[in-house]
């Protein structure tokens, strides 16, 4: 079993910042990728952006220039570094962890952190 802690989320103004992280744990644990996702009320779940294994990086085209991920591999630990927040950023956050087992890639997911962008 794979446990995801989350931290960082909160209310902050409108050209504000927030760093959100996320730990993993579990025994056996080989991560092939980490990232953020999130979902706005009304909406789907939608990618924000996610790290490799190997650093590869991919960043939903709204967030680009404004948010930067990060991995600390010896702590299995992502973070999510977010400036110049909009308020249509504000939804709930989700850590999505790909974890490899075996020839098998199964994704774990967060409980969620609340990010809320607003005056």
């Known amino acids: 079993q794979v446990q995801l802690v989350e931290s960082g989320g909160g209310l902050v103004q409108p050209g504000g910042s927030l760093r959100l992280s996320c730990a993993a744990s579990?025994?056996?644990?080989?991560?092939?990728?980490m990232g953020w996702f999130r979902q706005a009320p009304g909406k789907e779940r939608e990618l924000v952006a996610t790290?490799?294994?190997?650093?590869?990086?991919k960043y939903a085209d709204s967030v680009k220039g404004r948010f930067t991920i990060s991995r600390d591999g010896d702590r299995n630990t992502v973070y999510l570094q977010m400036n110049t927040l909009k308020p249509e950023d504000t939804a709930v956050y989700y850590c999505?962890?790909?974890?490899?087992?075996?020839?098998?890639?199964?994704?774990?997911w967060g409980q969620g952190t609340q990010v809320t962008v607003s005056s």
């Open positions: 579990g025994s056996d644990l080989i991560i092939n990728a």
């Open positions: 790290i490799t294994n190997i650093g590869t990086k």
């Open positions: 999505n962890v790909l974890r490899t087992i075996g020839l098998r890639i199964v994704p774990y």
